[in-house]
């Protein structure tokens, strides 16, 4: 089954402590992309890559990094995580191709930093 | 740079009854346009895209959208809605191909929720 998967998909923690947040896709596809949802605000753009090894920022990146060793799997980073993270964070992934840019979204990740 | 404007943040509508959910864009070169559906606790899903051609597009679960550049929008319509179309709704917008980070980025508005009641 074609989709994207993220883990954790529920995670607590403290201000400061590292995390990392998985992001896989079984679909080949060279775009992945980060964004994160706040009530009131929608979905806004965290990190994207549009291939192997190719990674830019998106509208909200401070505090966050990626890396994108494999073409299936682009990580998302909290160095240092603080309240303000406190978010629903979705991957999505597609393929770069004209006329077809239907994004695949994972499940989400509610994060809380306390 | 592209921007997307939903006017409702909420839509209380009646089952059976119409349903009309607003979507304005900015942008000043040509774009795609979509909107995705969020239900409760789950990610999001595609419910239409409008590239290129004809400017109704026809999306699933029974949902449509018209393309209307000389206003700048695309909103979302059904013509009678059941209680399973709770859930709130994105319209997002992306360069059309070939522009610089065209196709791919999506902008998203800040959403519509649906709440269809008895």
């Known amino acids: 089954e074609a989709q994207v998967t993220q883990n954790p998909r529920y995670l607590i923690t403290v201000t400061g402590k590292k995390l990392t947040v998985t992001c896989s896709q079984n679909?080949?596809?060279?775009?992945m992309s980060w964004y994160r949802q706040d009530p009131g605000l929608g979905l806004r753009q965290i990190y994207y890559?549009?291939?192997?090894?190719?990674?830019d920022k998106g509208d909200v990146p401070e505090g966050y990094k990626v890396s994108r060793k494999e073409k299936r799997n682009f990580p998302l980073i909290l160095e240092s995580p603080s309240p303000n993270q406190t978010s629903l964070y979705f991957c999505?992934?597609?393929?770069?191709?004209?006329?077809?840019?239907?994004?695949?979204f994972g499940p989400g990740t509610r994060l809380t930093v306390l | 740079a592209q921007s997307v404007t939903q006017l409702d943040s909420q839509v209380p509508v009646f089952e059976e009854a119409p349903v009309e959910l607003r979507c304005n864009y900015s942008?000043?070169?040509?774009?795609?346009l979509f909107w995705y559906v969020q239900y409760p606790n789950q990610g999001l899903q595609l419910l239409l895209k409008?590239?290129?051609?004809?400017?109704l597009v026809k999306g699933i679960n029974g949902f449509e959208a018209e393309f209307n550049k000389s206003q700048t929008s695309f909103h979302l319509r059904k013509p009678s809605v059941h209680i399973s179309d709770t859930a709130e709704y994105f319209c997002?917008?992306?360069?059309?191909?070939?522009?610089?980070?065209?196709?791919?980025?999506?902008?998203f508005g800040t959403g519509t929720q649906l709440k269809v009641e008895l």
């Open positions: 999505a992934s597609s393929i770069r191709d004209r006329g077809h840019n239907e994004q695949f």
């Open positions: 679909m080949n596809h060279e775009y």
């Open positions: 890559s549009m291939n192997v090894e190719v990674t």
């Open positions: 942008s000043s070169v040509s774009v795609y």
């Open positions: 409008y590239l290129s051609g004809s400017t």
């Open positions: 997002a917008v992306t360069l059309s191909w070939g522009l610089t980070g065209g196709g791919n980025k999506l902008t």
